[in-house]
Structure formats: C-alpha cells, structure tokens
C-alpha cells in the first residue's frame, strides 16, 4: 500500500520552475530519503507534499486523496496526520516545551482536558529521552535537544507520516546519530511513514529504505541504498562518491 503517490507534480515561481515533473510513490511505513544539492528544490517537495504549499500542478495523493487538489479547510484538517520536523526546529521560543508539543493539539481539539494533554507530553517526551524537560523553554535548551523537542511536537497529533527537512544539520556527529536512531525507532514503534531531506550522506545510507536524488528539479534515482551505491549514473556518482570514499 502507498503511504503518498506524487504525480507529475510541477512547481514554478516568477520566471523559473523548481520541480519539473516529479512522480514517485512512497510505501506505508518506509524510510525514505531525499538527497541533492542545495537549492534543488527538496524542501519545495517536502512542503508540497506536507501540504504547506500547493503544486503549480500535478497531484499527492494521501489515503486516497488528493491533497494539492484540497481547499485550506480540508488541508488544514489533513495536517494533523502529517508531522513536520523543520529544518531549524522552527519551536516557539516564547511557549515552553510543554505548550511547544501540545501546540496543534489544543488548536484543533479546544475539549482537551489537562490529564489528557499530561499524557501525550509525557509519553513523546519519553520517547525523544527527555523526561522532566516539560517548563524549560527552547533557548535553554541544546540544539540537539531543540531537535528532539520539534520531533515529539511533531507526534503528538500521533500522525501516520512524518516529515523531516535536514534533521540532523547543525549537530555534531554523536548528535546526528542519535537523531537518526531515533527516526529509526519512531518508525518502529509508531509505525509511521517518514520522508527526510538530507543531505548527509552517511546518515541516508544507514537509514533509508529508499533513497530518491533530486537535480535540477527533476528525480534522477529512486531506488534502494545499495542500488544507489552501485549507480553508474554521473550525477548521482558525482554526489555521494566523496562521502561514500570517506566511510
Ligand atoms: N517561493 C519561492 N520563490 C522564489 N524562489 C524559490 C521559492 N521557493 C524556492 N525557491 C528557489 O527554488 C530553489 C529550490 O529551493 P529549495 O526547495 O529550498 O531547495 P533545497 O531545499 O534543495 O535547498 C532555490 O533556488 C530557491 O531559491
Ligand atoms: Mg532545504
């Protein structure tokens, strides 16, 4: 079963398009990831296909619907099955930990009572190993625990895909690893499908199922990692060679 089918999608600003023609399917519950140079148009997708922002055309189907054909209500409603890890972890600096991860919650869901909104922080913030973090505020907070924050934030509408833009930039190796390992085990236990744009090579081949290439706006592999390292195709050899080589 597919967890999101992208078809033909394209995405055009004044004077240039972005994505040219982009068709993919992702699988329930698989790690995909999604690599390429900067500024070629990976966060565009990632957007598109979390319903941040509407394709110039094409369609992303979710559970058998078309969500770039969908009006701001229904895509509004949409989101609360779709987890959003940014970039920078984009936390609300003035909300403390605890009101950061019930955020979408209480917006959708005004009935919400305490306990119940106790539990779901509880429950996320032992799953990203931060236990007692609930009244620390972002700045006081590592940025590796800002990512870690944004990832529990991101499931406490328990949403069955999860999206991550470069989740891992910014930290330190034993940082990132752990990041990693914990999309890993996010994957596992919630049983979500989880898309990550990256561009750190090493991490994508240690946690993907598939890894797709984009250049030039355009798809250039989609395929498994072992097929991606094996790939005589110049574009992809030219950018994973050097990371490969290193180990
Ligand atoms: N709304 C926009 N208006 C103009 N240019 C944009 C817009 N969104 C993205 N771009 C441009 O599209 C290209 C792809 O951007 P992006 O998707 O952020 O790439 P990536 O995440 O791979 O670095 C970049 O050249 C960027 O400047
Ligand atoms: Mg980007």
Redesign the pocket.
Known sequence: MSAIRVKNLIYE?PN?R?LNDITLEINQGEVVSIM?G???????LLRMMSGLRRPTSGEIWIDNENIAAMDDHELDERRLKIGLVFQYAALFDSLDVYDNIVFSLTRHNRKLKREQLDQVVRDRLAQVQLEGTEHLFPSELSGGMQKRIGLARALATEPSLVFYDEPTSGLDPLTARAIDDLILETRKRNGVTSVV?SHHIPSIFRISDRIAMIAEGEIVIFDTPDAVRKSDNPTVREFIAPDLEKG
């Open positions: 600003v240039k972005i390429g900067s500024g070629s148009g990976k966060t565009s744009v």
